[in-house]
């Protein structure tokens, strides 16, 4: 399924990525930008982005419970990366200004 039609990128694109990066250290924090980074693309019009953090979360969890993790170590992550979903979907305003009026 594509996640980003701006670049054409796959769910399973970006979780085989995440799955790289988690690879060479396990507890980086994982950001849209710097998943696009390593798949060499750039976010164009960003509303991908929820969804990327949502796949960001799924793909993370479903790694550390792989291993023996620490529920309070996967806890603490969790919350940032719902953290940083709220900060993306709260700033989403469609490409307007604030304080733009049509009429
Ligand atoms: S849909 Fe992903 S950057 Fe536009």
Not at 37 to 54: L, Q, T, Y
Request: glycine letters at 4%; hydrophobic letters at 35%.
């Amino acid at each position: 399924m594509i996640t980003c039609h701006c670049n054409i990128i796959t769910e399973r694109d970006i979780e085989q990525t995440i799955v790289d990066l988690l690879d060479e250290d396990c507890w980086q924090l994982i950001v849209p930008v710097k998943l696009y980074h390593a798949m060499e693309k750039r976010g164009k019009c960003c509303r991908c982005f929820p969804n990327v953090i949502d796949i960001i979360i799924r793909t993370t969890e479903a790694y550390h419970a792989r291993f023996d993790r620490q529920e309070v170590e996967l806890l603490s992550y969790r919350e940032k990366l719902y953290r940083m979903r709220n900060y993306y979907m709260g700033d989403f305003d469609e490409g307007q200004s604030q304080g733009y009026r049509a009429a």
